[in-house]
């Protein structure tokens, strides 16, 4: 497949600390690539190394088929015209109405015409500023972000890059971005870096994992969630006397980990045919209804949290 | 120089939308209108200040144009290095220059509209105060030789740009818009005591400092030299604000 983002051997070090630290990774073309990591992870200088506003300390960052460290100022500036990039806080002249920063981010990337009216007038509806007759002063931060992701998409970009693109939405406003997000797939590559898992499982088709500027995994959402979720977790519902069943499972020796729940509890089996055979004779010798017995799928959360841990 | 004109134009707007309309061109008409009063009251507030029985003599166009690029090199020369201070640390503390370079913006032609709008907002307004400081002074004193206040008003516009390329410059590199004001008036008044060594005020721009005031006396003062070291010497302010703006990280 090809590669619409490869980051090769990146290293960012600042005199006291590291960002990023030997980052390996690429992103598919025409993929929602999702690229996860707890605050401070090293995502942001990432993303300004990606674009070419940091230098990398060493290693290289390939866009587009373009090498951005030997790229010149004219070859970055018809490379960035390609991509659309929402900062983590979008900066805009605050003199200015939505309609004149779409206007004039238009004009920088060299849409015209009734291209860009038309342009304009689709990305203010979508971005619900329309009718607000405000200057982008007195926005508040919600509306800031979704002005910065209609401008991101002006120029119809090749590659949408979004730092924390939903952080500061309300459930709403963070729905509109996920979908719009997600009805690029195929279309636009998007890099959509951000700590909130929710959002990568609901729209990623691949997600990178970062943790103190080092790449702990990368691969699809169902790779990472089988190879490190795995299938060994089990919900037990049961009516009657739950409390003599969490005592008689506590003695086996294939149950790993037990958590109580409301009505039976959740097995970490270490064994998983004989867990099969041995919870229904447990169940009917101890004379409880048994509700439910099945795998618990493993959330993206769930990986991470387990990755991260793992690694501090 | 991919994106100029666009970035030019935003450049050009922002100063009709902001305050920056205001500041500089109201400092301007002001020492325009004030210059030829001050000149003419001067012999009486220093009478009555002095408290003694001194005759001074009767005020003149000269005293008024004196007053006029006196008002030019200190009030209104402080006015223009306090408003481009914050010219491109500004925009990368908002975030707006790292926006606009997203979208195609050269480092080049970000600096150079910077610049070039920065010298119609400065040359503009003193095209039009100059013009009200002429007629305010024939008002006042029934004449205004239009030949030696255009010669003291151009050696001190001179000046001025180059300050503003200077004060970008320093916008570019220092992160802090107050860093920049302090320093670049520092700088200024380095300037105008390097004026006073022969040669620094014949060859160099500091001989700019001086020449708006000797020009307006009537004096025969060659300024020509320092006004070409300060295009030669702005021109490479201009290379050095866009190397520095390209080492910069966003």
Same mark, same amino acid.
């Not at chain 1, 200015?96 to 990337?109: G, K, N, Y």
């Not at chain 1, 729209?203 to 795995?230: F, H, M, N, W």
């Given at each position: 497949?090809?590669?619409?983002?490869?980051?090769?051997?990146?290293?960012?070090?600042?005199?006291?600390?590291?960002?990023?630290?030997?980052?390996?990774?690429?992103?598919?073309?025409?993929?929602?690539?999702?690229?996860?990591?707890?605050?401070?992870?090293?995502?942001?200088?990432?993303?300004?190394?990606?674009?070419?506003?940091?230098?990398?300390?060493?290693?290289?960052?390939?866009?587009?088929?373009?090498?951005?460290?030997?790229?010149?100022?004219?070859?970055?500036?018809?490379?960035?015209?390609?991509?659309?990039?929402?900062?983590?806080?979008?900066?805009?002249?605050?003199?200015?109405?939505?309609?004149?920063?779409?206007?004039?981010?238009?004009?920088?990337?060299?849409?015209?015409?009734?291209?860009?009216?038309?342009?304009?007038?689709?990305?203010?509806?979508?971005?619900?500023?329309?009718?607000?007759?405000?200057?982008?002063?007195?926005?508040?931060?919600?509306?800031?972000?979704?002005?910065?992701?209609?401008?991101?998409?002006?120029?119809?970009?090749?590659?949408?890059?979004?730092?924390?693109?939903?952080?500061?939405?309300?459930?709403?406003?963070?729905?509109?971005?996920?979908?719009?997000?997600?009805?690029?797939?195929?279309?636009?590559?998007?890099?959509?870096?951000?700590?909130?898992?929710?959002?990568?499982?609901?729209?990623?088709?691949?997600?990178?994992?970062?943790?103190?500027?080092?790449?702990?995994?990368?691969?699809?959402?169902?790779?990472?969630?089988?190879?490190?979720?795995?299938?060994?977790?089990?919900?037990?519902?049961?009516?009657?006397?739950?409390?003599?069943?969490?005592?008689?499972?506590?003695?086996?020796?294939?149950?790993?980990?037990?958590?109580?729940?409301?009505?039976?509890?959740?097995?970490?089996?270490?064994?998983?045919?004989?867990?099969?055979?041995?919870?229904?004779?447990?169940?009917?010798?101890?004379?409880?209804?048994?509700?439910?017995?099945?795998?618990?799928?493993?959330?993206?959360?769930?990986?991470?949290?387990?990755?991260?841990?793992?690694?501090? | 120089?991919?994106?100029?004109?666009?970035?030019?134009?935003?450049?050009?707007?922002?100063?009709?939308?902001?305050?920056?309309?205001?500041?500089?061109?109201?400092?301007?008409?002001?020492?325009?209108?004030?210059?030829?009063?001050?000149?003419?009251?001067?012999?009486?507030?220093?009478?009555?200040?002095?408290?003694?029985?001194?005759?001074?003599?009767?005020?003149?166009?000269?005293?008024?144009?004196?007053?006029?690029?006196?008002?030019?090199?200190?009030?209104?020369?402080?006015?223009?290095?306090?408003?481009?201070?914050?010219?491109?640390?500004?925009?990368?503390?908002?975030?707006? *220059?790292? !926006? +606009? @370079?997203?979208? #195609?913006?050269?480092? %080049?032609?970000?600096?150079? /509209?910077?610049? &070039? =709008?920065?010298? $119609?907002?400065?040359?503009?307004?003193?095209?039009?105060?100059?013009?009200?400081?002429?007629?305010?002074?024939?008002?006042?004193?029934?004449?205004?030789?239009?030949?030696?206040?255009?010669?003291?008003?151009?050696?001190?516009?001179?000046?001025?740009?180059?300050?503003?390329?200077?004060?970008?410059?320093?916008?570019?590199?220092?992160?802090?818009?107050?860093?920049?004001?302090?320093?670049?008036?520092?700088?200024?008044?380095?300037?105008?005591?390097?004026?006073?060594?022969?040669?620094?005020?014949?060859?160099?721009?500091?001989?700019?400092?001086? *020449?708006? !005031? +000797? @020009?307006?006396? #009537?004096?025969?003062? %060659?300024?020509?030299?320092? /006004?070409?070291? &300060? =295009?030669?010497? $702005?021109?490479?302010?201009?290379?050095?604000?866009?190397?520095?703006?390209?080492?910069?990280?966003?």
């Amino acid at each position: 497949m090809t590669q619409c983002v490869s980051v090769d051997n990146l290293t960012k070090a600042y005199p006291v600390h590291t960002a990023v630290d030997r980052l390996t990774m690429s992103v598919p073309q025409g993929s929602v690539f999702g690229f996860l990591g707890p605050n401070g992870a090293g995502k942001t200088t990432t993303v300004r190394m990606v674009l070419g506003f940091a230098r990398p300390t060493s290693g290289s960052v390939s866009v587009l088929g373009h090498d951005i460290g030997s790229s010149n100022d004219t070859d970055l500036a018809r490379l960035r015209r390609r991509i659309g990039f929402l900062p983590d806080v979008p900066g805009f002249y605050p003199w200015m109405s939505a309609r004149d920063v779409l206007r004039f981010a238009a004009s920088l990337v060299g849409v015209k015409g009734t291209t860009l009216t038309k342009r304009t007038e689709s990305l203010l509806e979508l971005a619900g500023l329309s009718d607000v007759r405000q200057r982008v002063g007195g926005y508040s931060r919600g509306m800031k972000q979704r002005l910065g992701i209609a401008q991101a998409l002006i120029g119809a970009p090749d590659l949408l890059v979004l730092d924390e693109p939903t952080s500061a939405l309300d459930p709403i406003g963070r729905k509109a971005v996920l979908d719009m997000v997600a009805a690029l797939r195929g279309r636009t590559s998007v890099f959509f870096s951000t700590h909130i898992l929710s959002d990568v499982e609901r729209v990623c088709d691949e997600v990178a994992i970062l943790d103190k500027g080092r790449l702990v995994t990368q691969g699809s959402v169902e790779e990472l969630k089988t190879r490190y979720g795995g299938s060994s977790r089990y919900a037990l519902d049961v009516t009657g006397d739950t409390a003599r069943l969490r005592t008689t499972l506590g003695a086996e020796a294939w149950v790993g980990r037990m958590i109580d729940t409301a009505s039976g509890v959740e097995l970490t089996v270490n064994d998983l045919d004989l867990a099969r055979r041995r919870v229904p004779a447990i169940v009917a010798g101890l004379d409880v209804g048994l509700v439910r017995f099945e795998p618990i799928e493993t959330s993206l959360e769930d990986v991470f949290v387990s990755l991260v841990q793992r690694d501090a | 120089m991919t994106g100029f004109g666009s970035f030019l134009v935003k450049e050009l707007r922002e100063i009709v939308a902001t305050w920056r309309l205001f500041v500089l061109p109201l400092t301007l008409l002001f020492c325009a209108v004030a210059s030829p009063l001050l000149a003419l009251a001067t012999p009486y507030i220093v009478g009555t200040v002095a408290n003694l029985p001194l005759t001074l003599p009767d005020p003149t166009v000269a005293d008024a144009y004196a007053q006029w690029t006196k008002n030019l090199g200190q009030m209104a020369l402080l006015v223009v290095i306090v408003s481009f201070s914050s010219a491109v640390n500004g925009e990368r503390a908002s975030g707006t *220059a790292a !926006m +606009a @370079l997203s979208k #195609g913006l050269t480092p %080049a032609a970000f600096i150079v /509209a910077k610049v &070039a =709008a920065a010298y $119609a907002l400065v040359a503009v307004p003193t095209a039009l105060a100059t013009l009200v400081m002429a007629l305010t002074t024939r008002v006042v004193f029934g004449e205004a030789p239009v030949g030696t206040l255009l010669r003291a008003t151009v050696a001190w516009l001179v000046l001025a740009l180059w300050c503003v390329t200077a004060v970008i410059l320093l916008s570019t590199v220092l992160d802090s818009a107050s860093a920049t004001a302090g320093l670049a008036i520092a700088a200024w008044v380095a300037l105008a005591v390097i004026s006073s060594w022969g040669p620094a005020a014949r060859w160099s721009p500091a001989g700019l400092v001086g *020449a708006p !005031m +000797a @020009l307006a006396m #009537g004096s025969e003062t %060659a300024w020509a030299w320092p /006004a070409l070291t &300060a =295009a030669v010497t $702005a021109a490479m302010l201009v290379v050095g604000s866009v190397l520095a703006l390209r080492r910069r990280e966003l």
